[in-house]
């Protein structure tokens, strides 16, 4: 939890919880620990009686509700049910991929196999397309 804090940091908080509490720090401290003892003692308290409830096991992690969904009350065949309509979506949205990438490359293909031949005598004489014209405007019109 204090990884972070270099030696200096945490001796400056030291030094300021001690002018901050002054002779009360050891109770303060003895109230925190005692108040973090508890809390854990509850928490423990808390999985152990949902364990009983359920007739599971368990544990503090397992409170994720899509962790406790997956593990308790879904079966596999159940979890399979319904990854499998995403897996078949998933598998189409890959085929199309893959057809868009093979029409790609065939256009390139095409493309390179059309410019790699030498122009004819007309395309070659015919004036190539202006330009496009560029409008500068200033900020100041």
Known sequence: MLDNLNSWEFIGLLLLALLIFGEKLP???QD???MLRNLRAMA???TGDLSRELGTDIRIEDLNPKAFVRKHLLSEEDEA???NPLTGLYQD???EVDGVKRSAQETRTSISAMTSTTPSPEVAATPAAPAP????FDDAT
Not at 133 to 136: A, F, L, S
């Open 32 to 34: 925190g620990m005692r």
């Open 133 to 136: 014209r560029v409008h500068n």
């Open 27 to 29: 109770k303060v401290i």
């Open 44 to 46: 423990t308290n808390a």
């Open 93 to 95: 949205l890959r085929n």
């Open 81 to 83: 049910a319904l990854r």
